[in-house]
């Protein structure tokens, strides 16, 4: 099962930027999905993510300037980043887990802890 990020690509700094993950339902069904970034060191870091009791987390880099949500159906979810930085720069990993997800995986693709992901979208932030 993959689950398909779209939205990414290049953005100016100060710019705003909307990412979108779609995958079967039964994926998103009391799990936490969210969204790591990849940076250039290949750090693999939880940005956002929603719980499956509702409860949103985001990382401090992207607090405050950035909101996540799911779409009515549950099968989609939705990064909304504004005021974006150089630093926000990166691939884009969309992720879900019946359990919680750590704050920094090891790598961000298929095979870290079972955890269903996407191929991830570019952002790059000038």
């Known amino acids: 099962v993959q689950l398909v990020e779209s939205g990414g690509g290049s953005v100016q700094a100060g710019g705003s930027l909307r990412l979108s993950c779609t995958g079967p339902?039964?994926?998103?069904?009391?799990?936490?999905v969210g969204w790591y970034r990849q940076g250039p060191k290949n750090e693999c870091d939880l940005v956002s993510s929603?719980?499956?009791?509702?409860?949103?987390y985001y990382a401090d880099s992207v607090k405050g300037r950035s909101t996540v949500s799911q779409d009515n159906s549950k099968n989609t979810l939705i990064l909304e980043m504004s005021g974006v930085k150089p630093e926000d720069t990166g691939r884009y990993y969309c992720?879900?887990?019946?359990?919680?997800?750590?704050?920094?995986?090891?790598?961000?693709?298929?095979?870290?802890?079972?955890?269903?992901w996407g191929r991830g979208t570019q952002v790059t932030v000038s």
């Open positions: 992720a879900a887990e019946r359990g919680p997800l750590v704050r920094r995986a090891a790598y961000c693709a298929s095979g870290f802890r079972g955890y269903y």
């Open positions: 929603i719980g499956s009791d509702g409860t949103r």
């Open positions: 339902r039964f994926v998103f069904d009391d799990s936490e």
